[in-house]
Every structure is written in C-alpha cells, then in structure tokens.
C-alpha cells in the first residue's frame, strides 16, 4: 500500500468511528438525555391573556436567547382557565441556572415584565417539577399537526420499589402498543432524583389527533389481548400502581406552541 492510499484508508476509519460514535452518542441517536422542567404557571383572576401575550411577545424568545429550549405551552383543558403549563429542556442542571440567571436580568425581561404588568400583578403561583428522561423516551423534537392535535400529560404513582417494574413495561410493551393504536408517544420521564416521588412516579406526554381520537385509542388499547397479556404478566407479584394512581391532564397547544 502506498502513503497515499495508507493516509486514506486511515482517514476513512476515523471517519466511520467518529460517524458510529455520532450515531450512538449525538442528537440523532434517538436518546434523550437533556434535563427537563415542567413548570405551571396560576394567574390572578382574568389575567390569562396578559400572560399569554407576554410570553408569546417575549418570554419564548428571551428564553432562546438564553439557551433555553422551548418545547412546548399549554393550556389545561378542564381545569380553571387561569393556568399555563410549558415544558422546557436544558444540557444540564447548571446550564439551566446560569440561563434563568441570565434571563431575570435581561433588562428586555425587566421592561416586559413591568410592561404587562401595569394593570396589576399575572402570577399567583408557579409550580416546578425537573424530569429526567426514561432510556426508551423517544427525542422530544418541535413539531406541529394540521389540524393541531390534543396533547395528554399523564402521572402515574407506584407502589414503594414497583416503578422498574412499571418502565419495564412501558419499554417493553405499552410505547408499542399506544402508537399501534394511533397515539403518538412525545416524551417519558421520572421526577429527579431527589425530589418528591422520584422512586415512585412516571411522568409521560401523547398527543392525539383530538378527544375522539384519543378515546377510541385508549378503548381499543385497553381491549388489546397483548396489553392484556403483558399487564397481568407485569402484575403477577401484585399490582404496580397504588388506588387512584394515574392522573391525566388533557392539554391545548398555545398558539406559539413549538410542539402543536
């Protein structure tokens, strides 16, 4: 072999690793691995809109100014029309305070906030909960349905040491299962360690064509004779999830939503 064909040969099988080592490790591989943060926002009486506009006029775009990852706003579709809930993911957990320190003194922040709030304070309450991504939840990527879809959040809670037990199935069966029957898996999570019902919790996102979609998905999942299977099999030691332990929230995309 001569030096040239020896220098290409060479260049050739760094490039194939580096190629596979991107497969395996880079965005693309189809592992999610950032840090999450649901966050839910209660407004003053009638102060919705004001916080609506906010976000849609500066909010979104200051927090991608500052390295936040916006990846999807909602509004709960039952509950009190006061409340947004949005879904943002960092790198890591020091990436996502250097950016909200970043972000409460951005003087383009100081002056919209004081702005919107000129006839009176938005914010009642906000609720933080950090999540970490299941090894089978798919990529959470932006994406937006004609005509927009229904999303569902949904919680379940565990027995004490029954949660593996409950992801096992999950990544075994039911993720196969839900997009056999028409329901789009987004994204599959556990509170972080250290946080209230960390050991106990799965926090998990769908999307749906609408409600009647998502009731018929749920009524022929349920009937599956492979779910059926693959439930009592998961249960032979008893049940995973305690009395009352699957809560869902049925969720509208905002209209500035990258996930619609």
Same mark, same amino acid.
């Given at each position: 072999?001569n030096?040239?064909?020896?220098h290409l040969a060479?260049f050739?099988?760094c490039?194939? @690793?580096?190629?596979?080592w991107?497969q395996?490790k880079?965005?693309g591989s189809?592992v999610?691995?950032?840090?999450?943060?649901?966050?839910?926002y209660?407004?003053?009486?009638?102060?919705?809109?004001a916080?609506l506009?906010r976000f849609?006029?500066h909010t /979104?775009?200051l927090?991608?100014?500052?390295?936040m990852?916006?990846i999807?706003?909602?509004?709960?579709?039952?509950?009190?029309?006061q409340?947004l809930?949005?879904?943002?993911?960092?790198?890591d957990?020091?990436? %996502?305070?250097r950016?909200w320190?970043?972000?409460l003194?951005d003087p383009?922040?100081?002056?919209?906030?004081?702005?919107?709030?000129?006839?009176?304070?938005? /914010?009642a309450?906000v609720?933080s909960?950090?999540? *970490?991504?299941t090894?089978?939840?798919?990529?959470?990527k932006? @994406?937006q349905a004609?005509p927009i879809r229904?999303?569902?959040?949904?919680?379940?809670t565990t027995?004490?040491g029954?949660l593996?037990g409950?992801?096992a199935?999950f990544?075994d069966h039911t993720l196969?299962?839900?997009?056999?029957h028409?329901m789009?898996?987004?994204f599959?999570? *556990?509170p972080?360690?250290g946080?209230a019902?960390?050991?106990v *919790?799965?926090v998990?996102?769908?999307a749906?064509?609408?409600?009647?979609?998502?009731?018929? @998905?749920?009524?022929a999942f349920?009937?599956?004779p492979?779910?059926i299977?693959a %439930?009592?099999a998961?249960e032979?030691?008893g049940?995973l999830?305690?009395k009352?332990? /699957?809560k @869902?929230i049925?969720l509208?995309p905002?209209?500035f939503s990258?996930?619609?």
């Open positions: 072999m030096r040239r064909c020896f060479t050739l099988v490039f194939l @690793s580096l190629s596979v991107a395996e880079g965005p189809g999610e691995n950032r840090l999450f943060e649901l966050r839910t209660h407004t003053e009486p009638g102060r919705l809109d916080l506009a849609r006029n /979104v775009a927090f991608t100014k500052h390295g990852n916006n999807g706003y909602w509004i709960p579709e039952e509950w009190d029309g409340t809930v949005y879904l943002l993911a960092y790198p957990k020091s990436s %996502r305070e950016s320190n970043n972000f003194n383009e922040w100081k002056a919209a906030k004081e702005d919107s709030e000129k006839d009176g304070k938005i /914010v309450q609720d909960l950090f999540l *970490t991504p090894d089978f939840s798919p990529v959470v932006a @994406s004609d229904q999303f569902e959040l949904r919680t379940y027995h004490e029954k593996p409950l992801l199935r990544r196969a299962l839900f997009e056999k028409g789009t898996n987004v599959y999570s *556990t972080e360690s946080q019902g960390s050991a *919790t799965l998990y996102l769908l749906h064509k609408d409600d009647a979609a998502r009731k018929a @998905s749920f009524a349920s009937q599956d492979d779910w299977a %439930r009592d998961s032979k030691d049940p999830l305690i009352g332990g /699957v @869902s049925r509208n905002t209209d990258p996930l619609r």
